[in-house]
């Protein structure tokens, strides 16, 4: 073997690793994957600014959006969208106004940018350094929006699939939260 073909392989290795990492950040037990698809309600979603918001009953989807380690409150919100049975993720949001953006390789696959956060020009700062996120390929492993899936009545978990056919029902929220570092590791509510 050349050194290029090994160079070349760790690189493969690596761009595979960090993108299996990425997914694995936006993922949640299948036990809460719906079976069957029904159209979503067309009322408007309710937006609430309280900060118990994230704890009050929702009969549709909860939404939450929690800039987490970023503390960027303008991304924030808290929002329940009438949801009359199973309803592809990426169109409760957009019931929600809740704008996303994914990667030049990615655009519909991942999740770069929520509500125009991180800005390209945002200095993350982590234990590495700073950082400034392009959304050109993946996010990076330790700066990422991770998806949060939690059912009617249970424990918060990753979202086994992305927004594009990640499924919720009535009952459910679901939770966009920025981490860096790890941190935090999981919703709050």
Known sequence: M?????RTAAATSLAAAGLLFTLAACSTPAT????TSAPASTAT????????AATEPCAGVK????????????????VCVPADGPTL????????????EGTDQY???LVCRVNGVPAADFSIAHKGGTYKEECK??????????????????????????LATLKVSPGQSL?????????????AA
Do not use: H, M, N, R
Request: hydrophobic content about 45%; glycine content about 6%.
């Open 63 to 78: 939404v939450i959006v929690d800039s987490g380690a970023l503390k960027q409150a303008a991304a924030d919100t808290s």
């Open 45 to 52: 979603a309710t937006a609430t600014t309280s900060s118990s």
């Open 137 to 162: 390929k993946t996010p990076a492993s330790f700066a990422y929006w991770a998806l949060w899936v939690k059912p009617a009545s249970g424990a918060w978990g990753y979202a086994q699939e992305g």
């Open 32 to 35: 809460t994957q719906p079976a």
């Open 107 to 109: 655009p519909k696959e």
């Open 89 to 100: 993720a990426s169109k409760v949001l957009d019931e929600a106004k809740v704008k996303t």
């Open 2 to 6: 050349t050194l290029t073909t090994i």
């Open 175 to 187: 939770e966009l939260l920025f981490t860096v570092d790890g941190a935090p590791a999981a919703p």
